[in-house]
Each structure stands twice: as structure tokens, then as C-alpha cells.
T-cell receptor
Framework: TQLLEQSPQFLSIQEGENLTVYCNSSSVFSSLQWYRQEPGEGPVLLVTVVTGGEVKKLKRLTFQFGDARKDSSLHITAAQPGDTGLYLCAGPSGSARQLTFGSGTQLTVLP | DSGVTQTPKHLITATGQRVTLRCSPRSGDLSVYWYQQSLDQGLQFLIQYYNGEERAKGNILERFSAQQFPDLHSELNLSSLELGDSALYFC?????????????FGEGSRLTVL
């Protein structure tokens, strides 16, 4: 099973600051997904990246897939308290291509 | 609202007991996945069913079993419960058999074993 490592594990910032979180693997992934999980809820898909070097934007969130398709990053511009949550990257892994999740980055944006 | 329904939302039981968690997938989705989320292990894949058949098995203990019924709802059975089984159990669904598309997660069932 391919492993996904996320960093940092915890991040606490002030409203208005910018931040980047990372998702790294020693293996190549055909695609990576980013999910956000809020307390008391299940993860919700934010984006899927499939092409090496691909950049996708979702309002203030910018997602990038590494050229070698082994890593991905999520950059948030001018963070807001509503961005608070657990950010998870995930990719297909194993013989049945089941979705394997990273350990997540717990982001807290303080007002 | 993801369209995936899980019951119960909370469950407290004792060691050695058996519980059943229930999941109704989104309308039209044929795949159901079960995940376990704990503080130290993160979100761990347990098992996937597609149209009633087991498709993939992850880190699921022998004490745990699952099935998907003809109406596509699924149940996860946890037996001989141990303290370490306390966790959030998520069900997710998707249209197809492979995991290249979006998974839609329910709100989870929080299991506490005392």
C-alpha cells in the first residue's frame, strides 16, 4: 500500500494569513484528491488532480500536483475562520485501487 | 448533506459486546466503503462492496464483518469489542467500482467501548 504523509500535522494561524500544507509520497499516484473534514461530519471532496504539474484553483484555495505525481500541495490565501478543518489528501492504492488517506493537517484559523 | 445516511450516530457499549452499524448509500451509488477513523491511526480503509459483492478488503479485523444487501444498504458488524475499537466509523458511497471518482461520506457513527 502506498503511503501518504501530510505536513504539518497541526497549523494554527490568524485570519488573513496565507498557508501551505503538503502531501508527500515515495510512490507515484495516478491521481490525488483533497478532502476537508469539519467536526462532526464526514470528509468532503475539494478537488481531484490527475496530471503532473497540474494547478487547480477553488476560490482562495490553490492545489498543485507535483511533476512526478508523488506529491501535492494546498495553498490557502487570506485564510478565514471558515477554512478551519482537517485537510486530507487521498490517492488510489493497492490491488483494488482503494482510496488511501494521509494522516491529515488540522488547520485552525483564529479570528 | 452528502446523501449517505448512517445510523446510529452515537453508540456506547461494553467490551465483549457486538454492534451493527448501518449505512444507506446515495441514490444510484453501487459502491459502499467502510472506513475507521481514530486519533492515532487516521482514516483507515476497512472494506468495499460493489453491487452486493465484496470488492476490496483493507485493514479489517477478523472480528469485524460487513455485507451489502440487494437494496444496496450495508451493515458493518463489530463483535467481541475491545477498548481499542472505539472510533468513528464512516461509510462512503460512489457510483462505480473503482476509486477514481468522488467518495461521498456519511456523518459517521461514533462508537465508544467502555
Amino acid at each position: 500500500t502506498q503511503l501518504l504523509e501530510q505536513s504539518p500535522q497541526f497549523l494554527s494561524i490568524q485570519e488573513g494569513e496565507n498557508l501551505t500544507v503538503y502531501c508527500n509520497s515515495s510512490s507515484v499516484f495516478s491521481s490525488l484528491q483533497w478532502y476537508r473534514q469539519e467536526p462532526g461530519e464526514g470528509p468532503v471532496l475539494l478537488v481531484t488532480v490527475v496530471t503532473g504539474g497540474e494547478v487547480k484553483k477553488l476560490k482562495r484555495l490553490t492545489f498543485q500536483f507535483g511533476d512526478a505525481r508523488k506529491d501535492s500541495s494546498l495553498h490557502i490565501t487570506a485564510a478565514q475562520p471558515g477554512d478551519t478543518g482537517l485537510y486530507l489528501c487521498a490517492g488510489p492504492s493497492g490491488s483494488a485501487r482503494q482510496l488511501t488517506f494521509g494522516s491529515g493537517t488540522q488547520l485552525t484559523v483564529l479570528p | 448533506d452528502s446523501g449517505v445516511t448512517q445510523t446510529p450516530k452515537h453508540l456506547i457499549t461494553a467490551t465483549g459486546q457486538r454492534v451493527t452499524l448501518r449505512c444507506s448509500p446515495r441514490s444510484g451509488d453501487l459502491s459502499v466503503y467502510w472506513y475507521q477513523q481514530s486519533l492515532d491511526q487516521g482514516l483507515q480503509f476497512l472494506i468495499q462492496y460493489y453491487n452486493g459483492e465484496e470488492r476490496a478488503k483493507g485493514n479489517i479485523l477478523e472480528r469485524f464483518s460487513a455485507q451489502q444487501f440487494p437494496d444496496l444498504h450495508s451493515e458493518l458488524n463489530l463483535s467481541s469489542l475491545e477498548l481499542g475499537d472505539s472510533a468513528l466509523y464512516f461509510c462512503a458511497s460512489s457510483v462505480g467500482a473503482t476509486n477514481t471518482g468522488e467518495l461521498f461520506f456519511g456523518e459517521g457513527s461514533r462508537l465508544t467501548v467502555l
